[in-house]
T-cell receptor
Framework: DAGVIQSPRHEVTEMGQEVTLRCKPISGHDYLFWYRQTMMRGLELLIYFNNNVPIDDSGMPEDRFSAKMPNASFSTLKIQPSEPRDSAVYFC????????????FGQGTRLTVV | RKEVEQDPGPFNVPEGATVAFNCTYSNSASQSFFWYRQDCRKEPKLLMSVYSSGNEDGRFTAQLNRASQYISLLIRDSKLSDSATYLCVVNMYSGGGADGLTFGKGTHLIIQP
């Protein structure tokens, strides 16, 4: 397996534009997580899915953020409209279970909103 | 309210020395604990799990103290390649079950030749 695959690796966009981040989890993993990492706040859990169903989205900062998982092999995180404070590295991770197992991370998407 | 706290460092340590980090967590019901390593501009990767009885993997030793709610990581005979950020990770639990992994902000380690 190629691991968790995220795209794009880098994204630079203007304030107000829509941004869509994509993730392909490891096949067979039932859990998918979206994290955001900044210097100030570290790694923050935004939302996670179990078998394609959103379980906890309490970490999603505001209504401008939305996430979907239409099938077991694909998830998106959308920001609309984007703001400069959304600039961060966004990681997708997947795991077999919710506890006691390793979470495998993608390489991340570095988002810059200007 | 900070759920997982770590000293951000940086820890500047000469090659060959022993270095230890601690991490505290707030949720006493937490069941699973890990140390992840993150290299600059890379994704986090699992370094080791932390078991109640403590565990060792080569030069790395992890320990858990449930009574005081802290986790430790000890690195012996440090190498230049150990330079990285070490993330303390706790699987938080609530009434509904596990809540996913909560990460500390990390401790930055620099091994100097």
């Amino acid at each position: 397996d190629a691991g968790v695959i995220q795209s794009p690796r880098h994204e630079v966009t203007e304030m107000g534009q829509e941004v869509t981040l994509r993730c392909k989890p490891i096949s067979g993993h039932d859990y998918l997580f979206w994290y955001r990492q900044t210097m100030m706040r570290g790694l923050e859990l935004l939302i996670y899915f179990n078998n394609n169903v959103p379980i906890d989205d309490s970490g999603m900062p505001e209504d401008r953020f939305s996430a979907k998982m239409p099938n077991a092999s694909f998830s998106t995180l959308k920001i609309q409209p984007s703001e400069p404070r959304d600039s961060a590295v966004y990681f997708c991770a997947s795991s077999l279970t919710i506890s006691n197992t390793e979470a495998f991370f993608g390489q991340g998407t570095r988002l810059t909103v200007v | 309210r900070k759920e997982v706290e770590q000293d951000p460092g940086p820890f500047n340590v000469p090659e060959g020395a022993t270095v230890a980090f601690n991490c505290t967590y707030s949720n006493s019901a937490s069941q699973s604990f890990f140390w992840y390593r993150q290299d600059c501009r890379k994704e986090p990767k699992l370094l080791m799990s932390v078991y109640s009885s403590g565990n060792e993997d080569g030069r790395f030793t992890a320990q858990l103290n449930r009574a005081s709610q802290y986790i430790s990581l000890l690195i012996r005979d440090s190498k230049l390649s150990d330079s990285a950020t070490y993330l303390c990770v706790v699987n938080m639990y609530s009434g509904g079950g596990a809540d996913g992994l909560t990460f500390g902000k990390g401790t930055h380690l620099i091994i100097q030749p």
